[in-house]
């Protein structure tokens, strides 16, 4: 296709009326429907809530104990006042 060739389509292609189209409605429709988020997964949530209790129970468990690492003298020198309050 030589270069006159494409502007004569060119020109064609300009001079084409073409008929409007209104595809707002279908695409607010298709940006609703994708906008809504899945549905949480139950297994998921309950998994979720096991870890989080276990986490929490570790916790209290862990937090004396981490207290005491922190200063281990600490028991010692509570009863005499010499020690960090």
Do not use: K, T, W
Not at 3 to 24: I, P
Not at 49 to 54: C, G, I, K, P, V
């Amino acid at each position: 296709m030589h270069e006159r060739d494409l502007q004569r389509l060119a020109q064609r292609a300009r001079e084409e009326r073409v008929e409007g189209v209104d595809v707002r409605g279908r695409v607010l429709a298709e940006l609703a429907r994708a906008r809504r988020p899945a549905p949480p997964d139950r297994a998921l949530l309950a998994f979720a809530a096991a870890s989080l209790a276990a986490a929490a129970a570790m916790a209290i468990f862990a937090l004396p104990v981490f207290q005491a690492l922190e200063e281990p003298l600490a028991g010692l020198f509570a009863g005499v006042g010499i020690g960090p309050r």
